[in-house]
Nanobody, 127 residues
Framework: QVQLVESGGGLVQAGGSLRLSCAAS????????MGWFRQSPGKEREFVAA????????DYADSVRGRFTISRDNVKDTVYLQMSSLNPPDTAVYFC????????????????????WGQGTQVTVSP
């Protein structure tokens, strides 16, 4: 079992930045690829970013590429999402998720590939 707790959400003006954190506990963090997803009211959950177990591989949704950066610290058992140049369509609840993927370099953009999920943190971007 892996427990995930997100933090760092909040209200920010368009053009601003936020850094989300997701602290993991329960299993060996470095055995898991990590992903960030988001969901807005009335919309499907969508992939945002993913990072491999070592941090050497990353992938992003086209809508956030160049603005968001995913990273991880396998000593602190934490994954981060640095978000810059935020705009109102980025408003959503952001979830981190873990997929058991020791030594794997491929990354999934599909939510069903991730077994463990956090409770989410709200990000609101005002115009």
């Amino acid at each position: 079992q892996v427990q995930l707790v997100e933090s760092g959400g909040g209200l920010v003006q368009a053009g601003g930045s936020l850094r989300l954190s997701c602290a993991a506990s329960g299993r060996t963090f470095s055995n898991y690829a990590m992903g960030w997803f988001r969901q807005s009211p009335g919309k499907e959950r969508e992939f945002v970013a993913a990072i491999s177990w070592s941090g050497s591989n990353t992938d992003y949704a086209d809508s956030v590429r160049g603005r968001f950066t995913i990273s991880r610290d396998n000593v602190k058992d934490t994954v981060y999402l640095q978000m810059s140049s935020l705009n109102p369509p980025d408003t959503a609840v952001y979830f981190c998720a873990a997929s058991w993927s020791p030594l794997a370099t491929t990354l999934s953009k599909t939510g069903s590939s991730y077994k463990y999920w956090g409770q989410g943190t709200q990000v609101t971007v005002s115009p």
